[in-house]
T-cell receptor
Framework: EPEVTQTPSHQVTQMGQEVILRCVPISNHLYFYWYRQILGQKVEFLVSFYNNEISEKSEIFDDQFSVERPDGSNFTLKIRSTKLEDSAMYFC????????????FGPGTRLTVT | AQKITQTQPGMFVQEKEAVTLDCTYDTSDPSYGLFWYKQPSSGEMIFLIYQGSYDQQNATEGRYSLNFQKARKSANLVISASQLGDSAMYFCAMREGNTGFQKLVFGTGTRLLVSP
């Protein structure tokens, strides 16, 4: 069964450093999303992406964050100048253009900022 | 205001019994979708079941069924014949609008513990 993949599974970085989280969505999906989940809290929407541009972003998704689809398969989330409060699980998700009943999540990247 | 409310922080059930996890939602959009996800201790989010606002019948997927009560704005997840592997966090989520191209808004989750 097709699945969303994410790398790395765990990233440790120092405060102020830049990190790039990578995702490979399901191949025939055209909508892509990033969510985050701070430990013990609910999952929060960050950004959605379609046709090589951001379609919606939350208040959390400020200038520190950016997304990119650098090639036909990868979808990345960049966090510039990480802060302690960026420590969270980051989930990539994707959905099909003709299906409104599915949104599949990747296994997540646990980001720890020290 | 909370769009998705899960009032049960934790639930306990014995193996082989059925359990209902509550979810209520708030929206003024006539078109929306409701999702349930399972999050085991390993952290991944596993899609379980979906209910569209215009679906006439309650969704079912194997041992999972969704008790959709539109007038009450509730979308409870029913797990029949619980198994030890069902122990996990369960999140209810909603998508507003009638396309797949919409963000999901999640509830705070319910931790289910299945005992032998």
């Amino acid at each position: 069964e097709p699945e969303v993949t994410q790398t790395p599974s765990h990233q440790v970085t120092q405060m102020g450093q830049e990190v790039i989280l990578r995702c490979v969505p399901i191949s025939n999906h055209l909508y892509f999303y990033w969510y985050r989940q701070i430990l013990g809290q609910k999952v929060e929407f960050l950004v959605s992406f379609y046709n090589n541009e951001i379609s919606e972003k939350s208040e959390i998704f400020d200038d520190q964050f950016s997304v990119e689809r650098p090639d036909g398969s990868n979808f990345t989330l960049k966090i510039r100048s990480t802060k302690l409060e960026d420590s969270a699980m980051y989930f990539c998700a994707s959905s099909h253009i003709d299906r409104d009943d599915e949104q599949y999540f990747g296994p997540g990247t646990r980001l720890t900022v020290t | 205001a909370q769009k998705i409310t899960q009032t049960q922080p934790g639930m306990f059930v014995q193996e082989k019994e059925a359990v209902t996890l509550d979810c209520t939602y708030d929206t003024s959009d006539p078109s929306y979708g409701l999702f349930w996800y399972k999050q085991p201790s390993s952290g991944e989010m596993i899609f379980l079941i979906y209910q569209g606002s215009y679906d006439q019948q309650n969704a079912t997927e194997g041992r999972y069924s969704l008790n959709f009560q539109k007038a009450r704005k509730s979308a409870n997840l029913v797990i029949s014949a619980s198994q030890l592997g069902d122990s996990a966090m369960y999140f209810c989520a909603m998508r507003e609008g009638n396309t797949g191209f919409q963000k999901l808004v999640f509830g705070t989750g319910t931790r289910l513990l299945v005992s032998p």
